[in-house]
């Protein structure tokens, strides 16, 4: 079985000036939603609502709605862009993928299978690569623009919310691995192991059968148990961390390092970088598989 060309896989990825304008797009996108709607929430509390300024109030209400709707059509327009994007990549592929099959064909003897059996291979290919750089641009903005708001709202309590989030995030992964049950199954199969030697070799008294269970269900139990508490530990960290993030904006509100609107703008901000972070680094950790077109049996 012979493979398309590595060159043939190189066509979905980023070094388009197409995909690189997405890539912008995309980036700009998020840019705005990380950057513009804290500050304008910032303003609208604090200028608006606190101050008692309907006239702000209002002008700034409609700027808010104004850019909602305008980000609502980019992200439709973003999303169009990228499909054409897509079948764009599809059809480059799946062309060049015939090419290379009529030569293999016109060497080997092999018959023609025709463009169907490259189609589905190219389309995984060209989505993945496409969903794979919007979403890194995406990410990276959001990340970005959401740390550079909380470090101008409050560079102190920005540090000290970032290293108690990143200490509860690295407790949760490590309860996460706590939490493997391999254990308890591995003692289930010995336990069958033991059940069935002991029918075997004639020790199938009563007696004899309840003692090898009861010792067997109890290191099983232990072993669930343990596996169960560190699994309620890990999913208990993102609301850890929920509480940690809303009572040290409280916290700054009280000592004068926020606004009432600060409060609201620093939270949506903080979870901006927070969630653009971790994201970016789960597609990034990502494994990149490369897609081979199959020519010929």
Known sequence: MSAVPSRLVWLVLPRHTSLALAAAWAFAYAAVIATVNPILLLYLVDRGVVAGDIPTFVLLGAGSLVISVLLRFSDIGLLLYARRLKDARVT???????????????????????????????????????????????????????????????????????????????????????????????????????????????????????????????GIYAQFRRARAFSTLQESVPGWVESVVFLGSALGV????????????????????????????????????????????
């Open 92 to 218: 480059r592929l799946v062309l060049g993928n015939l090419v290379c099959q009529e030569s293999a064909d016109l060497t080997t003897g092999l018959p023609p299978e025709g463009p169907g059996f490259a189609y589905g291979a190219a389309r995984q290919a060209a989505d993945t690569a496409v969903d794979r750089v919007l979403g890194v641009a995406r990410d990276l903005a959001l990340l970005l623009g959401g740390v550079t708001v909380a470090l101008w709202l409050s560079w102190q309590l920005t540090l000290a919310l970032a290293i108690m989030t990143a200490t509860l995030y690295a407790m949760a992964a490590w309860f996460g691995r706590l939490a493997v049950e391999g254990p308890a199954v591995s003692l289930e199969e010995d336990l069958r192991q033991a059940l069935t030697r002991a029918y075997a070799g004639g020790e199938n008294s009563r007696a004899a059968l309840e003692r090898l269970l009861q010792i067997a269900h109890a």
């Open 254 to 297: 009280l000592v004068g390092i926020l606004t009432f609107g600060g409060l609201f703008a620093y939270m949506n901000s903080f979870w901006n970088g927070v969630n653009g972070l971790r994201r970016l680094v789960m597609i990034l950790r990502r494994p990149t598989r490369s897609t081979r077109l199959r020519l010929g049996a």
